[in-house]
């Protein structure tokens, strides 16, 4: 791999590549700039975004651009205004210890005036979204004879847009001997077409395989049925309480019926589609950016452009109408050398559709389990008590208090205590999911196990059947998921045995684990101990009638396997709002503002 010092560049560059905290040069920078720095090649870069193709060509025309001359050298067409602002930023960013570089983005929806003014004044570099440079050029503002470079970013959106005639417009006031560069997330005929038209020889570099995904990403999918889909919306929240992710709707009244429903239900979301106006767009995406937001609930117009590096998640709402606009959705994830996951909520009748995008993508789309209501509340728990165990207590405010307190808690032994602290954080949490579990669950059991292209969900990648178990040990034990699969793993010495769905209860669960499995673990477990209790782990049965083992004593209902977790409680229902405020690494969120748009 060659490092950034041995590709040519000046020292002022080199030292804004240090200040910027690029350590080494990414695959598409390695590609791209020794051929820009080296020679004269058009190229046609395919990359997704997020692969930092904004430097590859950025640090190459800072350094070639002479700032000596008062006129303009290089024209960067991208097709939104955040876009335009971010290359504007990143190239201002690069020309840090530079001579006085003059670059100006113009952008529809801003100030002509304020544009043309700018213009006025000799820019070395444009940045601009078509129209509006076509704009400009009508009005004789902006002058294009003087260009040498041409970058063509995000040519692909730009033509989804209905940019092509603009482009072809703009290319002709440009003069012949320029150099061209186009950057495209994916190959199409009218890249193609424009390749032909207005480029020389392009030299064709390709980061991953040509159409596909980015390699950092990986594709889920939930198959349900349509009326579910806000509530898996909200397991996936609830199981990742650190998300940071795009929700994609297809329309602007979907984006913003489901934007309010999380907003009302406590969750950290806001909407960005069309019909807000151009500064609300801009504070919500801010907000975003900053983290303030944890969800931001988007149609793919009114997203383009917004530019976040760690996106955890891509939440597919509802499938786009055109395959290559997934590509661009997963592609906001798993950027910058990071990780992540596009997940597909995917109505029964487009199993089809999402067998064409799985075709683009050339990558497997795994049919994941919706999180049961356990699982999400054992997660919750554990987010919490780490942040219980990183909290900062060095507040003299409280040392003042602690003798009164620990003088009131005197009766309360440790495990009293804990009890009862996270009984305090918890019971609205786990009422809220006690109720409705199998609505969700049926449905992905009995669906998610359809067999496609010879895959099947992770439940299945354990071929063969569950076997209920039965645990003298539940919620009120401490007993969680992460217990029990460490109660396992531990017994069955690092062995690994397939669990299935895990239902707790107050003082005992059921849990599921892969038939031939069962009674090796009933055996390993048989000896086992938990906080001091002796285990017990027998083959859940239909009917009891003879004592269990164990110091379970409590009255089980006659019919075990029947038993709804939804009938258990007649606790609140998933639909109704929460009444507590999400906690979050992310800033409390204001649901006044939020309703207030
Ligand atoms: P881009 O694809 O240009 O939007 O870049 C994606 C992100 O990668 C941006 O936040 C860049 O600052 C970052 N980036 C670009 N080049 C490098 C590099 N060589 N090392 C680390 N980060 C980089």
Same mark, same amino acid.
């Given at each position: 791999?060659?490092?950034?010092?041995?590709? *040519?560049?000046?020292?002022?560059?080199?030292?804004?590549?240090?200040?910027?905290?690029?350590?080494?040069?990414?695959?598409?920078?390695?590609?791209?700039?020794?051929?820009?720095?080296?020679?004269?090649?058009?190229?046609?870069?395919? =990359?997704?975004?997020?692969? %930092?193709? #904004?430097?590859? /060509?950025?640090?190459?025309?800072?350094?070639?651009?002479?700032?000596?001359?008062?006129?303009?050298?290089?024209?960067?067409?991208?097709?939104?205004?955040?876009?335009?602002?971010? $290359?504007?930023?990143?190239?201002?960013?690069?020309?840090?210890?530079?001579?006085?570089? !003059?670059?100006?983005?113009?952008? %529809?929806?801003?100030?002509?005036?304020?544009?043309?003014?700018?213009?006025?004044?000799?820019?070395?570099? $444009?940045?601009?979204?078509?129209?509006?440079?076509?704009?400009?050029?009508?009005?004789?503002?902006?002058?294009?004879?003087?260009?040498? #470079?041409?970058?063509?970013?995000?040519?692909?959106?730009?033509?989804?847009?209905?940019?092509?005639?603009?482009?072809?417009?703009?290319?002709?006031?440009?003069?012949?001997?320029?150099?061209?560069?186009?950057?495209?997330? #994916?190959?199409?005929?009218?890249?193609?077409?424009?390749?032909?038209?207005?480029?020389?020889?392009?030299?064709?570099?390709?980061? *991953?395989?040509?159409?596909?995904?980015?390699?950092?990403?990986?594709? =889920?999918?939930?198959?349900?049925?349509?009326?579910?889909?806000?509530?898996?919306?909200?397991?996936?929240?609830?199981?990742?309480?650190?998300?940071?992710?795009?929700?994609?709707?297809?329309?602007?009244?979907?984006?913003?019926?489901?934007?309010?429903?999380?907003?009302?239900?406590?969750?950290? =979301?806001?909407?960005?589609?069309?019909?807000?106006?151009?500064?609300?767009?801009?504070?919500?995406?801010?907000? /975003?950016?900053?983290?303030?937001?944890?969800?931001?609930?988007?149609?793919?117009?009114?997203?383009?452009?917004?530019?976040?590096?760690?996106?955890?998640?891509?939440?597919?709402?509802?499938?786009?109408?055109?395959?290559?606009?997934?590509?661009?959705?997963?592609?906001?994830?798993?950027? =910058?050398?990071?990780?992540?996951?596009?997940?597909?909520?995917?109505?029964?009748?487009?199993?089809?559709?999402?067998?064409?995008?799985?075709?683009?993508?050339? !990558?497997?789309?795994?049919?994941?389990?919706?999180?049961?209501?356990?699982?999400?509340?054992?997660?919750?728990?554990?987010?919490?008590?780490?942040?219980?165990?990183?909290?900062? #207590?060095?507040?003299?405010?409280?040392? !003042?208090?602690?003798?009164?307190? !620990?003088?009131?808690?005197?009766?309360?032994?440790?495990?009293?205590?804990?009890?009862?602290?996270?009984?305090?954080?918890?019971?609205?949490?786990?009422?809220?999911?006690?109720?409705?579990?199998?609505?969700?669950?049926?449905?992905?059991?009995?669906?998610?196990?359809?067999?496609?292209?010879?895959?099947?969900?992770?439940?299945?990648?354990?071929?063969?059947?569950?076997?209920? @178990?039965?645990?003298? @040990?539940?919620?009120?034990?401490?007993?969680?998921?992460?217990?029990?699969?460490? @109660?396992?793993?531990?017994?069955?010495?690092?062995?690994?045995?397939?669990?299935?769905?895990?239902?707790?209860?107050?003082? /005992? +669960?059921?849990?599921?684990?892969?038939?031939?499995?069962?009674?090796?673990?009933?055996?390993?477990? +048989?000896?086992?101990?938990?906080?001091?209790?002796?285990?017990?782990?027998? $083959?859940?049965?239909?009917?009891?009638?003879?004592?269990?083992?164990?110091?379970?004593?409590?009255?089980?209902?006659?019919?075990?396997?029947?038993?709804?977790?939804?009938?258990?409680?007649? %606790?609140?229902?998933?639909?109704? +709002?929460?009444?507590?405020?999400?906690? +979050?690494?992310?800033?409390?969120?204001?649901?006044?503002?939020?309703?207030?748009?």
């Amino acid at each position: 791999m060659t490092n950034f010092e041995e590709m *040519g560049f000046t020292p002022g560059i080199l030292k804004a590549i240090q200040e910027l905290g690029f350590e080494n040069p990414m695959p598409v920078q390695e590609k791209v700039i020794p051929l820009m720095l080296g020679g004269e090649a058009d190229i046609i870069a395919l =990359a997704q975004t997020g692969t %930092g193709k #904004t430097a590859a /060509f950025g640090l190459p025309l800072v350094q070639a651009t002479d700032t000596e001359i008062n006129n303009t050298q290089a024209l960067i067409l991208c097709p939104t205004r955040e876009l335009c602002m971010q $290359i504007t930023g990143d190239l201002t960013d690069y020309a840090r210890f530079t001579g006085k570089l !003059k670059i100006l983005a113009v952008y %529809g929806g801003a100030s002509i005036d304020n544009q043309i003014r700018g213009l006025k004044k000799g820019v070395h570099i $444009i940045v601009a979204t078509p129209g509006r440079l076509i704009d400009l050029i009508g009005r004789r503002a902006a002058n294009l004879s003087s260009v040498t #470079t041409v970058i063509l970013d995000e040519a692909d959106e730009m033509l989804n847009m209905g940019f092509l005639d603009s482009i072809n417009e703009i290319l002709e006031e440009v003069p012949h001997g320029r150099r061209t560069l186009l950057f495209s997330a #994916t190959m199409s005929k009218e890249i193609t077409s424009i390749a032909r038209k207005y480029m020389n020889n392009p030299v064709e570099i390709t980061i *991953g395989t040509k159409n596909s995904s980015a390699d950092n990403v990986s594709h =889920a999918y939930y198959l349900i049925h349509a009326k579910d889909k806000y509530k898996v919306l909200k397991r996936i929240a609830d199981f990742e309480p650190d998300i940071y992710g795009i929700v994609f709707c297809r329309t602007r009244k979907e984006t913003q019926e489901v934007a309010s429903k999380l907003i009302d239900d406590g969750y950290n =979301a806001d909407a960005l589609h069309g019909d807000l106006s151009q500064m609300q767009r801009d504070a919500v995406m801010q907000k /975003f950016r900053v983290k303030n937001l944890q969800l931001l609930v988007a149609t793919d117009v009114a997203a383009r452009g917004l530019d976040v590096d760690d996106l955890t998640h891509i939440i597919n709402y509802s499938l786009p109408d055109d395959t290559e606009v997934y590509t661009h959705r997963s592609g906001r994830t798993g950027r =910058a050398g990071k990780t992540g996951i596009s997940i597909s909520l995917v109505h029964l009748r487009e199993r089809h559709n999402l067998q064409q995008i799985e075709r683009m993508v050339k !990558k497997p789309f795994k049919a994941i389990p919706i999180p049961t209501g356990t699982e999400i509340c054992g997660k919750q728990l554990f987010h919490w008590l780490k942040k219980l165990e990183n909290v900062s #207590t060095d507040h003299q405010e409280i040392e !003042k208090f602690l003798p009164e307190i !620990k003088e009131k808690l005197a009766g309360l032994d440790r495990e009293e205590l804990l009890k009862r602290v996270v009984s305090l954080q918890f019971d609205r949490f786990l009422d809220d999911y006690r109720n409705g579990e199998d609505i969700i669950d049926t449905v992905s059991d009995r669906e998610n196990s359809f067999e496609r292209s010879g895959r099947r969900g992770k439940r299945e990648e354990y071929p063969g059947n569950y076997t209920r @178990l039965f645990i003298n @040990l539940g919620k009120s034990d401490g007993f969680y998921p992460e217990q029990l699969i460490e @109660l396992v793993n531990t017994n069955t010495k690092g062995k690994k045995v397939p669990i299935g769905k895990i239902d707790l209860l107050k003082t /005992f +669960s059921f849990f599921e684990v892969e038939s031939s499995y069962a009674d090796e673990l009933i055996a390993a477990l +048989s000896n086992a101990t938990f906080m001091d209790r002796r285990v017990a782990v027998e $083959i859940a049965q239909e009917k009891t009638d003879k004592p269990r083992t164990g110091e379970y004593s409590g009255k089980r209902p006659a019919k075990w396997s029947d038993r709804k977790p939804e009938k258990r409680s007649q %606790g609140r229902s998933e639909n109704k +709002s929460r009444n507590y405020k999400r906690d +979050s690494r992310f800033g409390k969120k204001d649901k006044k503002k939020n309703y207030s748009r």
